[in-house]
């Protein structure tokens, strides 16, 4: 049974797809990972680094809830009160709305 071309061709895009989005999700877990330990903090993300590829693509709600003292159900509260969506990506937020969130973030903690 012989295999077409089109098929060889469909699952090497298939794998290289795969292996992109893995690295894609490795490098978010290592944002995490810096905003949790506090070399980023939520201006870096919001602001500096937002249009780097895996900052961008970070949920909203993920960021906050790593950074110290917030926690799940004050990154959600806060996030509410500016009528943010929990399925929003920081890519997707607007300039006005990054900035609220700064001023409410800071004057929350």
């Given at each position: 049974?012989?295999?077409?071309?089109?098929?060889?061709?469909?699952?090497?895009?298939?794998?290289?797809?795969?292996?992109?989005?893995?690295?894609?999700?490795?490098?978010?877990?290592?944002?995490?990972l810096?905003?949790?330990?506090?070399?980023?903090?939520?201006?870096d993300?919001?602001?500096?680094?937002?249009?780097?590829?895996?900052t961008?693509?970070?949920?909203?709600?993920k960021?906050?809830?790593?950074?110290?003292?917030?926690?799940?159900?004050?990154?959600?509260?806060?996030?509410?009160?500016?009528?943010?969506?929990e399925?929003?990506?920081?890519?997707?937020?607007?300039?006005?709305?990054?900035?609220?969130?700064?001023?409410?973030?800071?004057?929350?903690?």
């Amino acid at each position: 049974m012989a295999t077409s071309y089109l098929s060889e061709s469909v699952e090497v895009d298939r794998k290289s797809a795969i292996a992109g989005a893995y690295s894609l999700r490795i490098e978010m877990s290592r944002v995490l990972l810096e905003i949790a330990s506090g070399k980023l903090d939520l201006h870096d993300v919001l602001i500096k680094n937002a249009d780097h590829a895996p900052t961008k693509h970070l949920y909203l709600v993920k960021a906050l809830e790593v950074i110290g003292n917030v926690g799940k159900v004050k990154a959600r509260r806060l996030m509410a009160e500016l009528e943010i969506t929990e399925k929003r990506r920081i890519e997707s937020l607007s300039a006005i709305e990054r900035q609220a969130l700064l001023d409410k973030f800071e004057a929350a903690i």
